[in-house]
């Protein structure tokens, strides 16, 4: 999981994108989304994560990709679930797949090879925007991939630095991402920039406050950037205040707010496709227990979706039911 162990390790120091069946709709799906999540499950091998599947209420859990890999989602288009993994290949060495809700059909989609990143779509999913990698030297950069051809062309060349979870605007013609001027400066954090699609017009959007008590300590000061589809906001994750929390930036970088302020840590997430639903992994204050969350962003009421089955249950995203 991207960053896990270290965003666990802050999280401890601080102590503070249906029926189980692909071919219908269950009771528990009827608002028109399945929920996909990583999981991090004990067994034999030494990293095995995969990529779970449920119910907007919570029911009908099952594990899409059963392979002794290391699989994260962090993006699904319609019915189409997106996922990073190093099934036949050297360990840790990421590429992009797709399948469908019932993980009978999974493709390798590119010869790319990625970063552990957040990604996005445009062009009614034709077009992926992601963060990979063209050997040891040319890492950490923007790419567009095309997900019928796999062919990608490289819209960032600073190698200097670090771009990470790209997203595009709803319109698909910009868009914003996590970057770190020097990818090799400890004393530095990243922020979010937004741009042109094409690699042009950069400008900087965040601000971490920098007299915040958590400036000094490790965790994201600004990531994992998510576009909300109907409204005028960026939401993305900071370590303020002791603990990581969901926070919101407007697209001109005139306005930023807080949208979870709880005791718990909160991270990762997704808006649903209509904009009326907001997921995200919410850990414990010691960082020992992760479940996952779904709010109703009109009334504002949240319900634990996830049990203790799994200890790690990550990075939630919105998958379509129909």
Not at 288 to 314: A, C, F, G, P
């Amino acid at each position: 999981m991207k960053n896990f162990l270290y965003l666990n390790a802050c999280l401890f120091l601080l102590i503070s994108c249906r029926d189980s069946s692909p071919s219908g709709q269950a009771a528990g799906s009827e608002k028109g989304y399945f929920i996909a999540y990583n999981v991090y499950i004990p067994d034999t091998t030494k990293d095995d994560w995969e990529v779970m599947l449920m119910n907007m209420d919570g029911s009908g859990k099952r594990n899409l990709t059963r392979n002794d890999d290391v699989a994260w989602t962090y993006y699904a288009f319609q019915d189409k679930l997106y996922f990073i993994s190093d099934r036949d290949t050297c360990y840790r060495c990421f590429f992009l797949y797709e399948t469908d809700p019932g993980g009978q059909s999974i493709r390798k989609v590119s010869d790319l090879r990625l970063e552990d990143s957040w990604m996005s779509s445009r062009h009614h999913g034709e077009e992926m925007v992601v963060t990979g990698r063209l050997g040891p030297t040319t890492r950490f950069q923007l790419f567009i991939v095309n997900t019928k051809s796999g062919q990608y062309s490289q819209i960032t060349s600073d190698t200097a630095a670090r771009y990470g979870d790209p997203c595009f605007s709803p319109d698909g013609s910009q868009i914003v991402y996590a970057y770190k001027q020097n990818k090799r400066d400890r004393n530095s954090h990243e922020e979010l920039f937004i741009m042109n699609s094409d690699g042009s017009g950069s400008r900087q959007l965040t601000h971490y406050p920098e007299d915040n008590v958590s400036a000094k300590e490790p965790g994201y000061k600004a990531g994992a950037p998510r576009w909300h589809p109907t409204e005028h906001f960026i939401s993305y994750i900071s370590m303020q205040d002791g603990r990581h929390q969901i926070c919101a930036v407007n697209p001109e970088g005139s306005k930023q707010w807080k949208i979870t302020t709880g005791p718990k840590g909160e991270g990762w997430h997704d808006w649903s496709p209509d904009g009326k639903w907001l997921t995200y992994d919410s850990s414990d204050p010691n960082g020992r227990q992760y479940h996952i969350l779904l709010m109703n962003w009109q009334t504002k009421e949240v319900k634990q979706l996830t049990d203790t089955t799994y200890r790690s249950q990550l990075a939630p995203v919105f998958v379509n039911s129909q």
